[in-house]
């Protein structure tokens, strides 16, 4: 039950947004087990300056194209899959908006059933 929170600068990606979700819900169930119908997602776009970054940072050279995509999900996946959700994912959002690989940054969280909820104040995973 991974919840993703995509984020962009409003220009020029707002309108790209549902195809980067897209991009990563395929890239999550190829790689790192996802059912196709465990789709959370949180889109979010911003005015300039509402997002700030460095521009070469480990070399990378990013501009305002600039994609975050923060991946909260269960603990358990090998390096191996995380790796290649990165390099899938960014495959894919490039294929579907032409925006450059250096631009795609990652942050993945994990945690533990007992960190769910999905509604009703219920942790569902622990029964």
Known sequence: M????????SEPNAE????????VH???????DVPVDDR????????AGGLRYDPGYFGVRRD???VYIAITMRAG????????????????????????????FFSLTENHEVDWSFGDGVAQMLR
């Open 40 to 47: 959370f997602q949180i889109l979010n776009s911003h005015a």
């Open 77 to 104: 996946r090998t390096d191996e899959q995380k790796t290649a959700l990165y390099r899938r994912a960014t495959e894919l959002i490039a294929e579907a908006t032409g925006i450059e690989p250096r631009n795609v």
């Open 2 to 9: 991974p919840l993703v929170r995509i984020d962009v600068l």
């Open 16 to 23: 790209r947004l549902p195809a980067i979700g897209e991009a």
């Open 64 to 66: 305002d194209d600039i």
């Open 26 to 32: 395929q890239a999550m169930t190829e790689t790192i």
